[in-house]
Structures are given as C-alpha cells and as structure tokens.
C-alpha cells in the first residue's frame, strides 16, 4: 500500500512539474528583441530551446544592431548566469556591418543546467556609452525549463554489467607490431652506422665497377692531361678533378672513404696502407697544392701542376694489382697439365 502511495505521489509531482515548465515557456519565448527608438537601437536575447534534459547544452545569444558611433558594453559574465545555469564557454564577440549602415555585434554563450524545474534568468543589461553619458537597456525575462530523467522505482535493482571481453583484432596490435619493428631496425642502423664510422668505412658499400679501378683512373688522368686546364685559367677546376681521382682511387683500391674527408684525415687514413714512404710524399704534395688553388686563391706555377699530374699517375701505377684474365689463368693451367701428363 505504501509503494502505491509513493508512486502516486510521484506521478502527481511529476505533472505539477511539468505543469510549470509548460505554463513558464507558454509565458516566455525563446527568444525576446526590443526596440531603442531614440537611438535606433534594437537589441535582443534568444534560446536555441527553454526545454532541456538535465546536463544538455545549448546556446544563449545576445545580439545588438546600432549606429558606428555608438560604443555599447555587452553584459559580463564569469561561470555562470545566476545560481542554477552554468556557463561552459564564451565565444568573442563577432561584429558584421550591415547593408543600411549599421553594425550588428553578437556574442553567443554555450550554457548548462544540472538542476531540475524552471530557472529564471533576470533581464540582460546592455550599456551605452555617448558623450561621456551612458544609459542602460535590459531585455525581457527569460526562463529555461530543466528536466530530469524518470527513475522507476518499482523495479529492482541490478548489478553494474562489466564491460565485455572481446578478443583482440589484428587492427589493433598492427600499428604496435610495425612500430616496434621500425623502431628495431632504426635501431640496428644506428649501431651499424657507428661502427661503420669508427672504422672509416661507408654505411652503404657500393657496387664494385666493371673495370678495374685503375683503369678507370688512368683513363680519367689522360682526360686531364689532355684537356690542359691550368693552360686555359681553369687552375681550381684542374685541381679539382686531379683530386676527384685521386679519391676515387684510394676508396675503390683501398676501400677507404675519402669523398667527404679533408687532407689530414685523408692521409690519416693511408696510414694503413702498404706503401713506401715516397708513395706517400707524393700523395702529400698532390692535396697540399690543390688546397692552395682551390682555398687560398694560389695559382700554381706551371711546372707544380705538371709534376701533381706525373705524381698522380705514380700514386695509381705503383699500387695496381696484376690481376690475370681468367682466360689466361685456365690456358695457365691446360699448359702445366700437358706438362705434367707428359
């Protein structure tokens, strides 16, 4: 008996509510504009809708059309618009000129309530400043009607349902599983790439050339003696070029890296190498000159270009490795074993 009482009460409670917000939006609009005859002023609030359920959002716009001439101050609000609407963010105010002269401001506020029935929210006052006077306007009463949620206490309660367990997709451990691959092999570069760089040697090794290394230098050598560019003014190109040779030389011979490498870490590096001393000299000299022409702005005499060029040609031909065709090497060996058969 009690429980039917209780549930009555309820409903009879639930329709006065309702009784109340009907009757407070039936008194008020959505929306309330008023008119300033004097200045020329209309002004204006407006509700996206005065009935929300409890915790929903909704907009409040306060819009002002007025003369240029006139400074008018918008109502400031700090988080909340009286004691029961709250204010979840205000926008700046957004002017627009008009086609008849005048401007139109408006500044929009995002508002909330949590508390169920019919909040009033008191007129807006807007101040106008002219002529070192100001006058205040205020619009209409507004009202917002908040509802809450029907609970239905006639049926018992449940325990909170956890949330499913639902096996694992390979969409979602993909991006995991390539990221940790990408960040295995960044870093098995890292480490390549250092031990690379203590020992002087490329990261990435290059295709070994068709021709031997010194012919490809030679060839390139000749190039240079015929062209004669120290004869023409081109004393920095000659140089550069001679060098370029002698580089590209010493990494394919040698498996050095010289390419980006300065004169002292060149002949650092050369250290390693198998040769006399006069080998080296000559080297020495060949760099040594070419820096002056190249960064000292030093033009060489005749005589100091020919005799890197003759020192170039050493440096390749006292290193070249004999290496017998392979033809020879099996006509070699067809000879010693008649030989031996004999």
Do not use: C
């Not at 050598?221 to 004393?235: A, F, H, N, R």
């Not at 080998?279 to 000299?285: A, D, I």
């Amino acid at each position: 008996m009690t429980n039917k009482i209780d549930i009555l009460n309820s409903r009879i409670a639930k329709a006065l509510f309702a009784f109340v917000i009907l009757l407070g939006t039936t008194l008020s609009s959505f929306s309330t504009f008023a008119q300033e005859d004097e200045k020329g002023i209309k002004y204006g609030v407006q509700l996206d809708t005065n009935m929300i359920a409890i915790g929903d959002q909704i907009n409040l716009l306060l819009s002002v059309e007025q003369p240029k001439d006139l400074r008018i101050e918008f109502p400031v609000f700090s988080d909340s618009i009286g004691s029961t609407v709250e204010i979840i963010k205000q926008f700046p105010q957004d002017t627009v000129p008009m086609e008849n002269g005048k401007l139109k401001v408006n500044k929009n506020f995002l508002i909330t309530s949590f508390e169920d029935g019919v909040h009033k929210m008191n007129p807006f006052e807007f101040k106008i400043h002219k002529d070192d006077l100001m006058k205040i306007i205020r619009t209409d009463t507004l009202f917002l009607g908040v509802k809450t949620f029907d609970i239905d206490t006639t049926k018992a309660n449940f325990d909170i349902v956890m949330p499913i367990e639902t096996p694992i997709s390979f969409s979602e451990i993909a991006p995991w599983l390539f990221g940790g691959l990408l960040a295995v092999a960044i870093i098995v570069l890292v480490i390549i790439y250092l031990r690379k760089r203590k020992k002087n040697q490329p990261l990435f090794v290059k295709a070994k050339p068709a021709e031997p290394a010194h012919v490809i230098a030679l060839r390139k050598l000749d190039e240079i003696k015929k062209q004669k560019l120290w004869e023409t003014g081109k004393v920095k190109e000659f140089h550069s070029e001679l060098t370029d040779t002698i580089r590209f030389y010493l990494d394919e011979r040698f498996h050095l890296s010289t390419q980006e490498s300065t004169t002292d870490e060149i002949l650092e590096a050369t250290k390693s190498v198998d040769t006399d001393s006069e080998w080296k000299e000559n080297l020495k000299e060949i760099l040594e000159l070419a820096d002056l022409a190249k960064f000292a702005k030093l033009t060489p005499l005749q005589d100091e270009n020919e005799r890197s060029l003759k020192y170039a040609y050493k440096i390749i031909e006292t290193t070249v490795v004999n290496v017998s065709p392979p033809e020879e090497k099996e006509e070699t060996t067809s000879k010693e074993t008649i030989k031996e058969e004999k």
